[in-house]
């Protein structure tokens, strides 16, 4: 039987791997080893060394599960919730995390808290996802200035489950992966409020205070019976950079957890696409440029890869103008047609709009004309879909 090329987050025990017959330095990222696959933790090796596919023989494999569909929706593989109505319970649960995680670290008492509120959050974070992915991504987009630290902890948290289930990791390291994205700038609420929020350019020893908070927040909860060694490699690992540039360590290549890498790319997309008061936010179409144009130097090829293909090219949330002079908020992806994604579309001539949903898979009339710029927004953020997001 002719050997199938399949992703590697569809990669299973038992499956017998081949060789490419193309050359590495034709598909780089295609892992080239023959064998079977013994374990989960040789499938996450080949996942965090950067490969995207592989060659399974069928004929040579053990008996093994079907691949899980990875598409961006039926994760579960129960019926999923309609986007509007999981929006606003999504909202709801965004609103309440983002307060609890601000009393956290305000407080500085997570040794004492009750891991139960802690867990129940997370656990509801996995499960709006299954509900239905797009809702609680499309909230991340939508953000204020204000409260950045805490929103970015949770928006974090939610883009490392979303990406943890992507690649194909257990519940219990998906959930964990979700703590660490959580509490990955926990040490942040040991730096003093003035250099956190300073709107200039940073003094080298006020760098240096910044970086601190990756050994504070791991210091502070590393003798925490409830917080695993994934916990702490998130945490610690999030600013290290593949080609040994980054700190508090300066580790590189696969010295730096699966975990950490996760939470890294996720802290990354998100800082881009978030507004501060020493910079401007950025098209989430835009940020996905630029960690592709990072890949190889922050993370091992092909990691990054994997992330794109989870959010899209036109991630949940991108503002777009279409060719039929409307306007709308990416909603929902069409992996099969990646350059087609459903749009809601909220204004006409830059006029409120009776909302609709717009499939462009399905409608060769109309397509993506561009993507607007923050600058650009004034008229969509007034409207009454987009601001029901922005207060409770």
């Known amino acids: 039987m002719k050997p199938i090329k399949i992703s590697v987050t569809q990669l299973r025990q038992g499956m017998w791997l081949v060789e490419p017959t193309t050359s590495w330095i034709n598909a780089p990222f295609v892992y080239g080893k023959s064998g079977i696959i013994k374990s989960a933790e040789q499938i996450k090796h080949i996942i965090a060394s950067g490969y995207t596919e592989a060659y399974y023989d069928p004929a040579r494999s053990e008996t093994v599960q079907s691949a899980p569909c990875h598409s961006a929706l039926g994760r579960s593989g129960a019926r999923q919730t309609p986007l509007a109505e999981e929006l606003c319970r999504a909202r709801d649960l965004y609103f ?66 979303a990406f943890a289930q992507f690649l194909g990791l257990d519940d219990e390291e998906t959930f964990d992966t979700g703590m660490a994205g959580l509490f990955h700038d926990y040490g942040k609420a040991f730096v003093p409020l003035e250099i956190l929020n300073a709107p200039r350019s940073l003094s080298p020893d006020e760098t240096s205070v910044i970086r601190s908070h990756v050994r504070l927040g791991h210091d502070n909860l590393k003798d925490i019976p409830w917080v695993s060694d994934i916990i702490l490699d998130g945490i610690l690992h999030h600013h290290e950079r593949h080609d040994g540039s980054g700190y508090p360590h300066q580790l590189s290549g696969e010295a730096i957890s699966l975990h950490g890498r996760i939470i890294s790319i996720c802290d990354v997309y998100d800082a881009l696409t978030s507004s501060r008061v020493y910079k401007n936010a950025i098209p989430p179409a835009q940020a996905v440029k630029k960690l592709f144009s990072m890949s190889g130097q922050a993370w091992a090829p092909g990691l990054v890869e994997h992330f794109i293909k989870l959010v899209g090219i036109f991630p949940v949330g991108t503002v777009v103008q279409l060719s039929n002079e409307t306007t709308g908020i990416v909603c929902q992806q069409d992996h099969k047609s990646p350059l087609k994604p459903t749009v809601l579309v909220i204004l006409k001539k830059d006029r409120p709009y009776a909302p609709y949903y717009l499939k462009l898979a399905q409608n060769d009339q109309v397509s993506i004309n561009r993507v607007l710029v923050p600058s650009e927004l004034g008229s969509i953020k007034n409207s009454k879909f987009y601001r029901m997001f922005l207060d409770r």
């Open 96 to 161: 309440d995390a983002c307060n609890y995680i601000k009393n956290l670290m305000q407080e500085k008492k997570v040794g004492a808290i009750e891991v139960a509120e802690l867990k129940a959050f997370v656990n509801e974070i996995i499960q709006s996802l299954h509900r239905n992915f797009n809702a609680l991504l499309l909230i991340t987009t939508i953000k204020k200035t204000s409260d950045y630290t805490y929103r970015h902890s949770i928006n974090v948290a939610i883009f490392s489950i």
